[in-house]
């Protein structure tokens, strides 16, 4: 007899490209060869005892003949191994610089295809969106899912860095009511020009000069 049994630690059913596989074998016998077949239609270079299924999956069978006597004989039920389709690896798209200021946010995503779930993970919570607003630092990457529940994860992470807001600077002045042809000073108190620069602002008007600790 030829009996088809599936190896410990093998699935019936698995993703494609996921590290799973289904390994199928046949007692092995002297004086014998071997054909494995998928839908009664032989597999080519397939003809050892056992066969390892990564890629594609269908209805298998072998055909077991006897070298020396030339009579075959071909395993009656085949053995059906599933391998689902997983999805392509999503690419994220960055919309802006990922270097931005504290109360800020980088758009990223992924085009979105219809029957598929998306994980993202990196920094904040995570989002079942395409889209992902990122506010915090962190390396972001996303995780899509298909009906199958077979995964894939993008090839590439996106690194987002928050940079922290100054404190908002104490600025001396003298009295704000004065007479016609006076000034008046605003000066900023203890200037950092290490770490920081300035621009002073009357209304909405930035004077491109205006860039130092007094006005």
Do not use: R
Not at 22 to 33: F, K, V
Not at 37 to 48: G, K, R, T, V, W
Not at 86 to 113: A, N
């Amino acid at each position: 007899d030829a009996n088809i049994f599936i190896t410990s630690g093998s699935k019936f059913s698995f993703c494609k490209n996921s590290g799973d596989s289904a390994q199928l074998e046949l007692n092995q016998q002297p004086n014998c060869t071997y054909q494995w077949l998928i839908e009664d239609a032989p597999i080519s270079h397939m003809n050892q005892n056992y066969l390892l299924i990564k890629e594609n999956g269908g209805n298998f069978k072998a055909t077991v003949t006897d070298t020396l006597g030339g009579c075959s004989i071909k395993t009656a039920s085949p053995v059906e191994i599933i391998v689902n389709d997983s999805p392509d690896k999503p690419t994220i798209i960055e919309h802006s610089k990922t270097t931005i200021c504290e109360g800020d946010t980088v758009k990223l995503s992924v085009t979105p295809v219809d029957g598929l779930s998306y994980l993202w993970s990196g920094g904040g919570n995570p989002a079942a969106s395409n889209v992902y607003n990122a506010t915090t630092t962190g390396t972001y990457s996303v995780t899509v899912k298909n009906g199958f529940g077979c995964s894939a994860t993008a090839t590439k992470t996106s690194l987002v860095t928050v940079n922290s807001k100054p404190d908002v600077p104490s600025v001396n002045y003298g009295d704000t009511i004065f007479c016609k042809g006076n000034a008046i000073t605003f000066t900023v108190s203890k200037p950092d020009f290490t770490n920081f620069s300035y621009q002073w602002i009357k209304g909405s008007y930035e004077n491109p000069d205006d860039t130092t600790y007094q006005y």
